[in-house]
């Protein structure tokens, strides 16, 4: 039996699907960071086998061809390379190596048409009838992320303390903020909090649960915070959208397909703009299943596929 595979990683963590045909399983495993390091490709691979194992569950399968869109995948051609010869001898498969954007527009509108990505980051990315591609933000949580996770939840941290020092309006994210302190303010206790990692990436994005949570209870910091993330993210798409005017407006990423009252904020403003944010037709691994297959059978990524030519060679952004 032989099959093809989709894998969706990146800070927060890394899933993987299979379809063969003995059916459709799933299997998943750690995020990471990717920061050059030698040690970067082991993690990435680390994690592949942890989600392929979880996905077979001791039944393993040949597989044809496997599609992975990572954040933070290498920028430079030569590591980019490396990991994805590596990653083709884990898998004993054709592997095609992308940014994990191109998989949540495949999932989410398979064609032309703009695709918003908001997880732990945010990215853009639009596609127009000929193929051609460009995407606005992707910039990480120092330059840009507007509207991601990590914003929302570096937001609510913030307004936490402030609240706690009497410089901002009382919210409750400042309980939630003590409790990760371990019930304390004190010097040790933000030592802790600064080494223990708490300020990575990732869990700072967690923090972002914590902000939605007290908004939907009507706390005004939390409320405000979400409000301004959805005008930031409705300007991103706007600005992407401008690439492929007309076509479908669609979104990928926990941030919009988990959090509704985020989601209707954000298409709320893009209705004043007079946009329309649509429902996905499948998320980022439904996206990578049809491009694996697509390659499987020998056959290009269709309208897809100069979008990969112009990422491989860097000229997508």
């Not at 946009?275 to 049809?290: N, S, V």
Request: proline share 3%.
């Amino acid at each position: 039996m032989s099959a093809v595979a989709a894998i969706d990683g990146g800070k927060s963590g890394l899933r993987m699907r299979i379809v063969g045909d003995t059916g459709e399983s799933e299997g998943s495993g750690p995020g990471f960071v990717y920061s050059g390091e030698a040690a970067d490709h082991a993690a990435i691979l680390s994690s592949v086998r942890t989600a392929r194992e979880d996905a077979e569950a001791g039944t393993e399968q040949a597989l044809d061809a496997v599609v992975l869109g990572l954040t933070g995948v290498p920028g430079e051609p030569a590591e980019r390379s490396a990991l994805a010869s590596a990653l083709e001898r884990e898998l004993d498969a054709t592997v095609l190596l992308l940014d994990d954007a191109i998989l949540a527009h495949a999932g989410a509108v398979d064609g032309p048409g703009t695709v918003v990505c908001a997880g732990t980051g945010s990215i853009v990315l639009s596609i127009d009838e000929d193929g051609a591609a460009t995407s606005v933000d992707g910039w990480g949580p120092i330059l840009g992320d507007r509207g991601s996770a990590y914003a929302i939840g570096l937001a609510g941290l913030r307004a936490a303390a402030g609240a706690i020092d009497g410089t901002a309006v009382e919210t409750s994210l400042s309980a939630e903020l003590r409790r990760l302190l371990g019930g304390d303010v004190s010097i040790a206790a933000l030592q802790r909090f600064y080494r223990d990692g708490s300020t990575s990436t990732p869990s700072v994005a967690a923090f972002a649960l914590e902000v939605a949570k007290a908004a939907e209870t009507g706390d005004r910091a939390a409320s405000s915070i979400l409000q301004d993330a959805a005008i930031e993210l409705a300007e991103t798409i706007v600005s992407a959208a401008a690439h492929a005017p007309g076509l479908p407006i669609s979104y990928s990423g926990r941030m919009l397909a988990v959090n509704a009252s985020f989601r209707e904020a954000v298409g709320r403003e893009l209705g004043s703009r007079g946009l329309f944010l649509a429902a996905p037709r499948g998320d980022a691994l439904a996206g990578g299943i049809r491009l694996a297959q697509q390659r499987a059978h020998g056959g290009s990524a269709g309208l897809y596929e100069k979008a990969i030519r112009a990422w491989e060679g860097e000229r997508l952004c």
